[in-house]
């Protein structure tokens, strides 16, 4: 557990220190709803996938995130309960009906911070998710 608490801590000043230059250097940083993330994606044609409240743009991978392939469910959406679940139904992609901040228990948080490290170490960040206007049944 330590270990983990350890890695989740660096990993966290790592993505700050990144997303802080990137804003620094004046990059384009962008705040999405999930429903701008989709359209975002759409518009730009970037393969966008949200994890753990970061977007990152995992075009350069458009083999394994493209249209037609087994992981493009993941693009355009904040994936992050779908990807803690390891679930593909849209019902683990809808923001209405599953929350990852609220909803996953600590082995699916632990899968989730693993995609995030994952993503983290493979492309760059785009911007940020905004949740404030999600509704809850």
Same mark, same amino acid.
């Given at each position: 557990l330590f270990v983990f608490l350890m890695a989740s801590l660096l990993y966290g000043l790592y993505a700050f220190f990144l997303i802080g230059m990137k804003k620094l250097r004046g990059e384009d940083y962008y705040y999405l709803t999930p429903e701008q993330l989709d359209?975002?994606?759409?518009?730009? /044609? /970037?393969?966008?996938?949200?994890?753990?409240?970061l977007i990152y743009d995992v075009s350069v991978n458009a083999e394994m995130y493209g249209p037609g392939t087994t992981y493009n469910c993941f693009v355009g959406k904040d994936s992050s309960v779908a990807l803690a679940k390891l679930k593909f139904d849209?019902?683990?992609? #809808?923001? #209405?009906?599953? #929350?990852?901040?609220k909803d996953l228990n600590s082995r699916e948080m632990g899968v989730l911070h693993e995609w995030n490290v994952k993503f983290g170490s493979k492309y760059p960040v785009y911007g940020e998710m905004v949740y404030e206007n999600i509704k809850r049944h």
């Open positions: 359209e975002e994606a759409k518009s730009t /044609k /970037k393969l966008l996938i949200g994890c753990k409240g849209a019902e683990y992609f #809808d923001p #209405d009906q599953y #929350d990852w901040r």
